[in-house]
């Protein structure tokens, strides 16, 4: 550590999140938002491509009907037609959010919450895929959504000038909840 190391431009708490525009003499992440759009991408095209299979048969899908039945293969047994749309949708909708760098922590928030019932559904079948009982696949996806929660889209997106691109843990944490709640909604609501 040199003596002319300074600290003022430092957090002075972990929930006071972190700032994005720095000062020019600050150093710089070049990286950053590339890395990030990598990962939106990735990310949003996978779960976009899901909901697609899950609403309208696309891509090998089962489409609403044969999805309700998977539904109930994993033990959702109320409502799963009304919850094949609802986790379609926002597959599809939350997919859509988070390649464009729109609305980003609410968009990785229920694509977190479809990951995370998905994880709890196939938690039995032990973690490695094979034939499609793992929950390793769906643990990654969930866990990219989380990344996204507390780091926003970065600064190729289009939520440039949005208040939480500069502090994003905030409504990250806020986020983080209503993932939660609705997580826990989905299993006592329909198992």
């Known amino acids: 550590m040199s003596s002319g190391d300074d600290f003022s431009q430092q957090p002075t708490s972990l ?3 972190v700032e994005d525009d720095r000062s020019d003499d600050a150093p710089r992440q070049g990286g950053l938002g590339l890395g990030l759009l990598i990962l939106r991408l990735a990310l949003g095209v996978t779960m976009g491509a899901h909901g697609l299979q899950h609403l309208f048969g696309l891509f090998g899908g089962p489409g609403i009907g044969g999805f309700a039945r998977v539904l109930e293969t994993f033990g959702y047994h109320k409502q799963t037609t009304l919850l094949s749309w609802i986790t379609g949708v926002t597959e599809v909708g939350g997919g859509l959010l988070v390649i464009v760098g729109l609305f980003t922590p609410l968009a990785a928030a229920g694509l977190l919450g479809v990951a995370a019932n998905a994880v709890y559904a196939k938690f039995h079948g032990g973690f490695f895929e094979g034939s499609g009982q793992g929950f390793e696949f769906e643990l990654l996806l969930g866990l ?3 990344t996204l929660l507390f780091t926003g889209a970065g600064s190729i997106s289009l939520e440039r000038n949005t208040p ?6 905030p409504l990250g944490l806020v986020s983080l909840l209503l993932a939660a709640a609705a997580t826990v909604v989905v299993i006592v609501l329909t198992r």
Not at 164 to 169: G, M, N, Q, T, V
């Open 164 to 169: 939480w691109r500069k502090r994003p843990l």
């Open 144 to 146: 990219s959504a989380l």
């Open 15 to 17: 929930l006071s999140g």
